[in-house]
């Protein structure tokens, strides 16, 4: 069953690991890859990435791409969404510690901004939601 429009928002609104898709070009399948993400609900979606990686030049090919999250308990439920980059932006401190406290607890998120130092420089990438696609299939357990 799909899920009304506040549903999706609201599950996708949550901290899941991403799968981001964008086209890798004639004759390829999608690169597709785990990602983090930020996204409020009735706003825009942001990944940080280096502005140099295969997504990054792939993402500006493409102009376009896709996130999917899912769940399987208690229930099976996925929210995908897909659209243009608005925006790409230098990422700033402030921006990868929201995104690292997002997933990560605490304790952690210092030490793992100190690791990531080595990644070097990160932008942000803006997604204007514009398709999406949801589904709840319900607890697989009580079929």
């Known amino acids: 069953m799909p899920l009304t429009s506040d549903e999706r928002q609201q599950f996708f609104a949550q901290p899941h690991i991403a799968a981001l898709s964008v086209s890798a070009g004639s004759g390829r399948g999608p690169l597709t890859v785990p990602i983090w993400y930020q996204y409020r609900p009735g706003g825009e979606v942001w990944v940080l990435t280096g502005p140099q990686s295969q997504k990054m030049r792939l993402i500006r090919e493409a102009g376009r791409f896709t ?6 308990e208690p229930t099976v439920r996925y929210v995908s969404v897909e659209g243009p980059v608005i925006r790409v932006a230098p990422a700033t401190d402030e921006m990868h ?47």
Do not use: C, F, T
């Open 97 to 143: 510690r929201e995104m690292v406290a997002r997933y990560l607890p605490a304790e952690s998120v210092d030490a793992y901004l100190k690791a990531a130092e080595a990644y070097g420089e990160q932008v942000a990438i803006y997604l204007r939601p514009e398709h999406w696609l949801s589904a709840d299939l319900g607890n697989l357990s009580e079929l």
């Open 67 to 72: 996130l999917m999250v899912e769940q399987v």
